[in-house]
């Protein structure tokens, strides 16, 4: 039996019985999210109005609790994850899209609304919603803020903090305020900037307006073969050296070719180097003069064949194998970790062969699948959970290729935050005054750093909370709820 | 004292006094005269003039090409004024990464020259570019006419080097297109007019330079409701212009642009071939009204209106509504009933903004008419409606908060200010709720 503290209780008065889940076997779920860490909750909450946020927020606060929130858990770094334990808030059952403003090009949606129902909501009005994460079909709106989620299409369009306008956010002490708002240049600080990305340590964003863009009359879908990475990688610095940006630039390497074509035969050449995928956007004519410029400049690298997805079925599979190929990889290892780093677009043939170099050292298979025009790199280590060893020694895989990354300009992560993953590996890229700045401002939003704790900042960094969670481990999982 | 860096303000002893006045009128913020000017030539000595002003309690007012700085309300002490337009050039540039990164104190024009010889552009806009440096436009933050196409300059820094009050150098931000590595405080730095901390370097994304370039003139509209109707359009036509603005007729005539009643300047840019297939696209929705091509300067002409010297107004006032807004915004303002003053306006729909001018006599009475008169429409149209007084006689700005309504946000903004900056060394008064 589980003794329930008052604690419980008294988050059960707020939302009723049905929404405050406490018992290990139920908590079993949100052990988890897409990343390699795992923890439990001391109990799990499914609020669905801001007020009831609000009470959360108090009580945590009145209790002395760490709060995680929680979208679909899907992220990649453990964002998600209770590392301390405490509260966790799950955000799925606030998902309304509130309101589509067509003649203002915006939505109000609650956090919990996945990001591509957005889209295909805002589709119906000629409307789109840009950044569209891989796992744009599961992943929350509300998570996607607090990750500054990318996407293959933010090459042109940019992350998910050129898309929110405004937010309502609740903070730390249950306080509510509005972060920016529904116009598209607000004054003061730019306090919802700096909310985004945030990784749930500022607060809970309960409503959020976003832009929406016109979707474009014309969308064009290039496939190019090469008979190696570099190759692909040299017409990527190509197109955009030469003033185009298209919509997306992404390649795919030959080990998940391999893999994608086991789990379904998409017609890719098996014996190809890589796959580069090249979308264009815009109005009729305009795109058909990138298009011509386009192949010249895949026929001038050297590309092996060329093809062009007129129709949108076509597109459609295209971009289903690109977005799968992450489940594909599932063909040629029982477990893969997936890192994400950025380097300058001129650097991607460097780090790549350096990957590689780092596979064969430690003699692991790495498959590479990314966002290519923006240098964005997510090598797939493929593994064996069940051998001895193995977790660790991708692990070590995982901090060279971040630090081969930095060493070459780029960063620790384009898309996935920093979360548990990397946290350790921040001050290979700010020193510790720009860390403890970035800590001043968390100060402002959270001054007890109960919001989302353990994450971000590497261990050596002391945090308010770290302390009371030692306390906490002494006295035993759940004794304080 | 760093001879080097600091300059003593004060009257030469055969100087005279109007002489004096001459010679330091470029230093002059609103109406205060700062007792040391700092000239910083590198990032080290931005922060020993932080920690200068820190220890001796003094005041920092950072400066760009001091093309702005009437924006803002009264500072609450001027002690040194910041002059960083020393520190100025390239640090980097990749042309095939399409980054690059400079010091703060580089011009506008000078960026945009060394970037031309790879047939790129930095897509931020200013007035008068040859003084205005990037340290003071992303301060300031504010988009220009390019928002359809290029977005807010904050969507353009990809990190700065910034120095604290308390002269720490940090970083933020980083060197990539793609970067959700720590909190993204870059955004909060820009839009802050130097209340945080002093840009001393900037890294932006950069854009390939359209090839070709055309100004096309919509005129001859009988009333403003079929101004907007084709305005509404065109915008509806995906990604046809890169810029729309509809001008008044005193705006026509300050610019000389020699037409009548209201008037819709479009910018299309492209290939010859795009350039052609956009024109005809947009022949389409001009109807019966008339339509040429005029001078690409326009654009900078707009710009400038309201900051240079010459021919500048008393006053402006900038508007933000919501697009939807624009037409419920016309009629408030034209409604505002000037004897012996003239009133101008740019209204951008695109973003939802309208600049408005006034030239002429402002006494005390009709200021605060006219601010009433705009304040008004905040409370009669809806919450997502503001605006802001950009320029206007220091006498009156004493009497008014030129920033208008606080954000709603203004307790943690304030928190924020008194975390990074306790001692209020940078730009003290001038920002929103007296940051």
């Not at chain 2, 690059?100 to 031309?116: E, Y």
């Not at chain 2, 034209?334 to 003053?341: D, F, K, R």
């Amino acid at each position: 039996m589980n003794r329930k503290s008052k604690f419980i209780r008294r988050l059960e008065r707020v939302l009723g019985e049905d929404y405050v889940i406490s018992h290990p076997d139920e908590l079993f779920v949100y052990e988890y999210d897409g990343s390699i860490d795992r923890a439990f909750p001391s109990v799990v909450v499914f609020p669905n109005s801001v007020e009831q946020i609000v009470d959360l927020m108090r009580l945590a606060n009145q209790y002395e609790v760490p709060v995680v929130t929680r979208g679909s858990g899907t992220g990649l770094s453990g964002g998600a994850i209770a590392s301390s334990g405490g509260l966790q808030i799950a955000l799925t059952r606030m998902n309304a899209i509130l309101s589509i403003d067509i003649a203002n090009k915006s939505a109000i949606v609650e956090p919990g609304v996945i990001n591509l129902k957005l889209d295909e909501a805002a589709r119906k009005h000629q409307l789109r919603y840009a950044p569209d994460p891989s796992s744009q079909s599961a992943c929350t709106l509300g998570g996607n803020i607090a990750e500054n989620a990318g996407g293959p299409h933010c090459l042109a369009y940019g992350t998910t903090t050129n898309h929110v306008l405004g937010m309502e956010v609740v903070l730390e002490n249950g306080s509510k305020t509005w972060l920016g708002g529904r116009l598209r240049e607000s004054k003061g600080y730019d306090l919802r900037g700096a909310f985004v990305g945030s990784e749930g340590t500022f607060g809970v964003a309960t409503k959020i307006i976003l832009r929406l863009l016109q979707s474009p009359p014309v969308t064009k879908t290039y496939l190019g073969v090469f008979s190696c990475v570099a190759l692909a990688c040299e017409a990527v610095s190509l197109i955009i050296s030469e003033g185009l940006i298209p919509a997306a630039m992404e390649i795919v390497d030959s080990l998940t070719i391999n893999a994608i074509q086991k789990t379904n035969d998409v017609g890719l050449p098996k014996d190809a180097g890589s796959v580069l995928l090249i979308e264009l956007e815009g109005r009729i004519g305009e795109v058909e003069e990138q298009g011509e410029k386009v192949e010249e400049l895949l026929k001038l690298v050297g590309v092996l064949e060329y093809r062009l997805a007129s129709e949108k079925l076509e597109r459609e599979v295209l971009w289903k194998t690109r977005k799968g190929a992450l489940g594909a990889l599932g063909n040629l290892a029982p477990n893969y970790y997936l890192v994400d780093g950025v380097v300058p677009r001129t650097r991607l043939v460097e780090i790549l062969e350096k990957v590689n170099l780092i596979g064969e050292e430690h003699g692991i298979k790495i498959a590479n699948v990314f966002h290519a025009g923006d240098g964005n790199i997510h090598p797939c280590i493929l593994f064996d959970e069940r051998k001895s060893g193995e977790l660790e020694r991708v692990i070590q895989v995982g901090g060279e290729i971040l630090e081969a990354c930095v060493a070459l300009g780029g960063t620790l992560s384009g898309e996935h935050g920093i979360g548990l993953e990397k946290k350790a590996y921040m001050p290979l890229v700010f020193s510790p005054r720009d860390l403890e700045l970035m800590l001043q401002v968390r100060k402002v939003f959270a001054p007890a750093g109960r919001l989302n704790p353990g994450k971000i900042f590497p261990d050596a960094i002391a945090y308010d909370y770290r302390q009371q969670r030692e306390a906490v481990r002494n006295a035993g999982p759940g004794s304080y709820l | 004292m760093d001879n080097s860096i600091f300059e003593i303000i004060k009257k030469n002893p055969n100087e005279s006094h109007s002489a004096f006045l001459e010679r330091t009128s470029n230093l002059n913020v609103d109406g205060m005269l700062p007792s040391i000017l700092a000239r910083p030539r590198t990032v080290d000595q931005i922060a020993e003039v932080l920690n200068f002003a820190s220890e001796n309690c003094l005041s920092v007012l950072p400066s760009g090409g001091g093309t702005k700085r009437s924006l803002g309300n009264i500072p609450n002490a001027v002690d040194i004024l910041m002059d960083l337009s020393c520190l100025h050039g390239l640090v980097t540039h990749e042309p095939s990464d399409l980054t690059a990164t400079f010091l703060a104190g580089t011009s506008l024009t000078d960026v945009q020259s060394i970037l031309s010889g790879s047939n790129q552009f930095l897509p931020l806009e200013s007035p008068i570019p040859s003084r205005a440096t990037l340290g003071g436009i992303l301060s300031v933050g504010m988009s220009g006419s390019n928002y359809l196409r290029y977005g807010l300059p904050r969507d353009w820094v990809l990190g700065v080097k910034v120095v604290n009050a308390d002269s720490s150098i940090i970083k933020v931000g980083g060197q990539v297109v793609k970067n959700v590595t720590g909190y993204d405080l870059t955004k909060m730095y820009v839009g802050s007019l130097g209340t945080l901390g002093v840009i001393a370097e900037c890294t932006f994304k950069l854009a390939p330079k359209p090839k070709e370039r055309m100004t096309r003139l919509i005129y001859g509209f009988d009333n403003i409701d079929s101004a907007i109707q084709v305005m509404d359009n065109i915008l509806e036509d995906y990604g046809l212009v890169r810029g729309l603005v509809l001008i008044d007729q005193e705006v026509e005539s300050r610019l000389d642009i020699g037409v009548e009643g209201y008037a819709i300047l479009v910018l299309i840019d492209g290939t010859k071939r795009t350039i052609r297939a956009n024109c005809e696209s947009l022949n389409a929705f001009v109807g019966h009204h008339k339509v040429k091509t005029v001078g690409d300067h326009y654009w900078q002409q707009m710009l400038n209106l309201g900051w240079i010297e010459n021919g500048r107004p008393v006053m402006n006032i900038l508007l933000r509504f919501l697009p939807s807004q624009l037409k419920d915004v016309l009629d408030m303002v034209n409604g505002i009933q000037l004897q012996e003053m003239k009133k101008g306006l740019i209204a951008d729909p695109g973003i939802g903004k309208i600049r408005l001018f006034f030239w002429g006599e402002l006494g005390a009475k009709r200021f605060h008419k006219i601010i009433s008169t705009i304040a008004q429409i905040s409370s009669t149209a809806e919450p997502s409606y503001e605006y802001l007084i950009e320029h206007c006689p220091v006498i009156l700005k004493k009497t008014v908060d030129i920033w208008g309504q606080e954000p709603d946000a203004l307790e943690l903004m304030m928190d924020i200010k008194n975390e990074l900056d306790p001692k209020k060394v940078l730009n003290p008064g001038r920002f929103v709720g007296g940051i």
